[in-house]
């Protein structure tokens, strides 16, 4: 289990640092759309906030035990969260411990998703995660996207709780990327118009919970990790008492 854990945790940091470099890409291309359109490309991105939009909120959490904190500190970040956000938000849950959780606090959860096995699994989640949460918000105004995941380091094993807000689109990450040089001297023509921009947007989703996904695997597991060592120096002094 220990072997297991230690080698969960580095294949899903080499997915993540393996991400980097297309993640520049798609952040080029969307500096670009911003450049050529103007304001026009960040309306079309709907980075202004819209109040009365639904807000879905995804925790990631685990399926498994033997994780010591994981899921009840990101449960408990989550839900002081969740007094900014009001009334007018869906739940959505990757893990049943988490889910579990969340509905023992009272939090109604509109859906759960099972944690992947593997880097491979991660892809076909993220996009059930996007078909899910791309549903019309209130008032026929479009949807917010937040996530909320242990991202390793920080003190202890665990991890770090943080959040993520993904949609809408934060204005000044947008005029930032919009200020960003081409690294050529021969900047691109656009092309496509908003479905390029939408595009770009999509991918900018897609990288941005695969991400989140591989952190938060890689925090479990690393957590998972510190807990079974604790076991272990827990049966030694155990047994050193019994001996004496």
């Known amino acids: ?20 470099d297309y993640n520049r890409t798609v952040e080029l291309g969307l500096g670009a759309c911003f450049r050529a359109r103007g304001g026009a490309a960040l309306t079309e991105a709907r980075a202004t906030p819209a109040p009365a939009g639904l807000t879905s909120l995804v925790l990631f959490g685990s399926d498994q035990g033997m994780v010591g904190q994981f899921n009840e500190r990101v449960v408990e970040f989550a839900i002081e969260r969740l007094a900014a956000l009001g009334d007018n938000r869906r739940i959505w849950a990757v893990g049943e411990r988490v889910q579990t959780r969340l509905q023992g606090a009272g939090v ?43 991202r390793p380091g920080g003190v202890g094993a665990v991890g770090t709780p943080v959040v993520r807000r993904l949609l809408p689109l934060d204005l000044a990450w947008c005029r930032a990327l919009a200020l960003v040089p081409w690294p050529t001297q021969s900047p691109p023509e656009t092309i496509g118009g908003a479905a ?46 019994l001996s004496d």
Do not use: W
């Open 1 to 20: 289990m220990k072997a297991l854990a230690a080698s969960s945790i580095g294949q899903y940091e080499r997915s993540t640092r393996a991400l980097a």
């Open 196 to 241: 390029t921009l939408r595009a770009l947007i999509r991918e900018h989703l897609f990288v941005s919970l695969f991400r989140a996904c591989a952190e938060s695997l890689a925090s479990e597991n690393t957590s998972r990790l510190d807990a079974m060592q604790r076991a272990d120096r827990n049966i030694d002094d155990l047994l050193v008492e």
């Open 108 to 150: 109604p959860v509109a859906g759960m998703f099972r944690v992947p096995s593997s880097v491979q699994g991660i892809a076909p989640l993220v996009g059930q995660i996007l078909v899910e949460c791309e549903a019309p918000g209130a008032a026929g105004a479009d949807p917010g996207l937040q996530l909320i995941y242990n």
